[in-house]
């Protein structure tokens, strides 16, 4: 037992004294060790950038097996509609499922093509992919079919890994399964978008916000 004190010891300082600075230079490496995602995706801090309002209609494209459609659920309340898009069959059965499980009356899992997320036109207040810009095929021309989706000031929100990471996250990215942030941004740009901001305190990803570029300034973000 006693030869575990020294070992302990070692873990302790090391788990409490790296990293804990800002952004992406330096990561809490017990934070991620002990929270599994939660560690470095920070979702209360993407929530609060996200600024979600009551009502508000938030699409997610890409939506997994649904690490945020609880939180954006919360967030629009009764009177907004989360749209969880996934093309993956057999998730778009769990998704229901779970959806219909927890009572989520304003979430709507919808089968969308790859081409097309199947979204009501003009309907969507907020876009958001999180780890899934990388997956999609011809983004410029999906991002574009996306416009008669968006209502006049939405904002489309970009979460991706990012290829510069540091340890331990990087230990766990699969490489390849990112996007370089300046792509997201040149891309988006072709698509017709002006990116209206960018955070950097996620260690694992580039965190990118975009508005039509024909979106004036009294629409964009209208609902905040
Ligand atoms: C790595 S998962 C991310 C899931 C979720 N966004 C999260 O943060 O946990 C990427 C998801 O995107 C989906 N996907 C891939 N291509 C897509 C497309 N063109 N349209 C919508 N979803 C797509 C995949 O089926 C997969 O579930």
Same mark, same amino acid.
């Given at each position: 037992m006693i030869k575990f004190v020294p070992l302990f010891l070692w873990l302790t300082i090391v788990l409490t004294s790296v990293g804990?600075?800002? *952004?992406?230079?330096?990561? $809490? @490496?017990?934070?991620?060790?002990?929270?599994?995602?939660?560690?470095?995706? #920070?979702?209360e801090r993407v929530m609060e950038v996200l600024?979600?309002?009551? *009502? %508000?209609? @938030?699409? +997610?494209? *890409?939506?997994?097996?649904?690490?945020?459609?609880?939180?954006?659920?919360?967030?629009?309340?009764?009177?907004?509609r989360v749209y969880a898009v996934e093309v993956e069959p057999g998730l778009v059965g769990a998704l229901e499922e779970w959806v219909a499980h927890e009572g989520? $009356?304003?979430? +709507? @899992?919808?089968?969308?093509?790859? $081409? %097309? =997320?199947?979204?009501? %036109? *003009?309907?969507?207040? @907020?876009?958001?992919?999180?780890?899934?810009y990388h997956h999609i095929e011809d983004r410029v021309v999906y991002f574009?079919?996306? #416009?008669? $989706?968006?209502? =006049?000031?939405a904002r489309i929100v970009h979460l991706d890994d990012r290829p510069d990471a540091p340890a331990p996250i990087s230990w766990f990215q699969?490489?390849? #399964?990112?996007? +370089?942030?300046?792509?997201?941004?040149? +891309?988006m740009r072709e698509a017709g978008y002006v990116r209206v901001a960018a955070y950097d305190f996620l260690p694992a990803q580039s965190f990118q916000v975009f508005a039509l570029e024909d979106a004036s300034p009294d629409t964009f973000g209208a609902s905040r």
């Open positions: 804990c600075g800002g *952004g992406l230079a330096k990561v $809490d @490496v017990a934070r991620v060790i002990t929270s599994g995602r939660d560690g470095w995706q #920070h979702p600024d979600l309002r009551p *009502g %508000d209609r @938030v699409a +997610e494209i *890409g939506a997994g097996s649904g690490y945020w459609i609880a939180r954006l659920a919360e967030a629009v309340g009764p009177t907004g989520f $009356d304003n979430v +709507e @899992v919808v089968y969308g093509a790859y $081409d %097309d =997320p199947g979204l009501p %036109d *003009g309907a969507i207040d @907020v876009a958001m992919t999180c780890l899934t574009r079919r996306l #416009h008669a $989706d968006l209502s =006049p000031g699969s490489s390849g #399964h990112w996007t +370089e942030p300046a792509l997201i941004a040149s +891309e």
